[in-house]
C-alpha cells in the first residue's frame, strides 16, 4: 500500500523495531516518508533501519534508541527527532507491542502507565511545531490484549488509560488543523499475540473472530498510514478498532 501524500512527508514512530511498530514503520517507508523510530532494542534497532532502507529502497529513515517509559529517554528521543527532520508532520506513539514477554497475560500495569505519560510527552514536544504550520496527524496506536484487565477492554476503560488525548484537548486543537485519532488492534497473527492468548482463562472465545482470520501488522498499518493521510482529513478524535469483529463479542466497546 502507497499513499503518496507521504511522499516527502516527516512521520515519527516510537517503539518501532518489531511487531506493530515496526509494520508502520515499513509502510510509511514504502510510501517515502521520512521517518524517525524509536526503540529499547538498542543492538536491534541499526538492523532494523538498515534492512528498511534496503527493502523500501528509502535512504531517509533513523532509528534513535530510546525507552518510551523513561523521562530522559523521551525527551533526548524529541531533541534528536526535530534536528534530524525540523518539523513532524505525523506522530505515532505506539503502545501495542508492550506484551510480557513471559507467559503473563498483560503488561505490568506501572509501565502502562509509564507509557500513557511517555505519550503526553512526545505530544507535548511536536504539537508546537505541529500547529505553527497549522497541520498535523497524531495517531496513538494500542491493543486490547495490552489494555485489557482480563484479556480485554472495554471502549471506556481504554479511554481511561490515555491512550487518546482527552475531549478537550482534541477539540482544543481541531480548528488548528491537528488532528488525534487512535488505531486498537485486536488479534493478530504474531508471536507474541498468540502467545497471550494461549494463557487466557477465555482463551477460545480470543480465537472466535467474526471474520474468521487473525489479522496482520500491514492491517494495522493499512489503517494508521489512512488517519494520517489527506484522505483523513475531516477524520478527528475517533478510535478505529482494527480486530476482525472480536471487540464486539466483549463488552461492545463501541
Known amino acids: 500500500m502507497t499513499l503518496k501524500p507521504f511522499i516527502g512527508g516527516n512521520v515519527v514512530i516510537t517503539d518501532g523495531v518489531k511487531g506493530i511498530g515496526r509494520g508502520v514503520v515499513e509502510g510509511f517507508a514504502a510510501a517515502g516518508a521520512k ?11 541499526p538492523y532494523v533501519q538498515d534492512e528498511i532502507r534496503e527493502a523500501c529502497r528509502n535512504e531517509q529513515i533513523y532509528f534513535i ?21 525540523g518539523h513532524v508532520d505525523v506522530l505515532v506513539h505506539n503502545a501495542s507491542d508492550l506484551l510480557d514477554s513471559g507467559a503473563a497475560s498483560v503488561v505490568d500495569g506501572e509501565r502502562v502507565q509509564a507509557l500513557n505519560r511517555s505519550g503526553e510527552r512526545c505530544v507535548e514536544g511536536f504539537l508546537p511545531g505541529m500547529l505553527e504550520r497549522k497541520r498535523g496527524s497524531i495517531i496513538s ?4 490484549i495490552v489494555l485489557g484487565k482480563d484479556g480485554f477492554a472495554s471502549y471506556s476503560g481504554y479511554k481511561e488509560g490515555g491512550a487518546m488525548p482527552s475531549k478537550s484537548t482534541v477539540l482544543r486543537h481541531a480548528a488548528s488543523g491537528i488532528r488525534f485519532n487512535a488505531v486498537v488492534a485486536g488479534m493478530l497473527a504474531t508471536p507474541a499475540a498468540e502467545r497471550w492468548a494461549g494463557v487466557q482463562a477465555n482463551a477460545v472465545k480470543v480465537m472466535e473472530i467474526p471474520m474468521g482470520v487473525k489479522g496482520t ?38
Open 141 to 144: 496506536l494500542s491493543s486490547l
Open 35 to 45: 521517518i524517525v523510530f524509536s526503540g529499547s532494542d538498542y543492538d536491534e534497532g
Open 65 to 85: 534508541g530510546a525507552d518510551v517509559c523513561d523521562v530522559e529517554d523521551v525527551q533526548r528521543f524529541i531533541i534528536l527527532a526535530l534536528e534530524y527532520m
Open 217 to 254: 501488522v500491514d492491517d494495522m498499518a493499512h489503517a494508521v498510514m489512512f488517519l494520517a493521510s489527506d484522505k483523513a482529513s475531516y477524520i478527528t478524535g475517533q478510535t478505529l478498532f482494527v480486530d476482525g469483529g472480536l471487540s464486539l463479542l466483549f463488552n461492545n466497546p463501541r
